[in-house]
């Protein structure tokens, strides 16, 4: 097997992997490991070691899958989507939405890629199963991840579907 599970939902490539590559089968493997964990999410890290320089992942999140509002110090974000649908969500410091860019795969005519700024807040609503490409600065550091203080905790199921619907009512 090309890749070493970390967790439930973490895969790493095995370190005598030179080339990573990802194909049709990889995208179902990664769909199985979440169809299996607790979150229904799996994450596929294409670099070595969470200290390396480049974070490149290829993540599966299902739809429905919250996740709140975040901002990254010193380092930018890039998605591309590789198969299914989301909305990205920026928003000002005190969590007024200043924009909602719908996101598909290639063919589906919506924004395939993006690119946040650092310390930009920002959040995902995926409206289908989705597959996608993220890219940003290494090395992780947990601290420099500020989840918003405005957003919804993940535990608080109710305040979520509110919070998802004031989204909707603001993109209508």
């Known amino acids: ?36 964990n607790s979150r229904q999410r799996s994450r596929l890290c294409c670099h070595k070691t969470t200290e390396d320089g480049v974070q490149e992942m290829v993540i599966f999140h ?3 899958t919250y996740v709140p509002a975040h901002k990254h110090h010193n380092r930018e974000e890039s ?17 007024s939405i200043t ?15 993006s690119r946040t ?3 930009v807040f920002h959040a995902q609503v995926f409206l289908r199963d989705t597959i996608f490409h993220e ?5 992780f550091v947990t601290q420099d991840n500020v989840i918003a203080p405005w957003a919804p905790v993940t535990s608080s199921v109710s305040n979520v579907e509110e919070y998802a619907s004031l989204i909707k009512v603001s993109q209508e």
């Open 1 to 36: 097997m090309k890749w070493k599970k970390i967790n439930e939902e973490v895969l790493f490539p095995n370190p005598n992997q030179h080339v990573v590559a990802v194909s049709k089968s990889t995208i179902d493997y990664i769909k199985e490991i979440a169809s299996g």
């Open 62 to 64: 299902p739809k429905g």
């Open 79 to 95: 998605i591309h989507v590789i198969e299914g649908e989301l909305d990205l969500i920026t928003f000002t410091d005190i969590g």
């Open 99 to 113: 924009s909602i860019l719908r996101m598909g795969e290639y063919l589906s005519g919506y924004e395939f890629y």
């Open 117 to 119: 700024p650092a310390s």
């Open 135 to 139: 890219v940003s600065k290494g090395p």
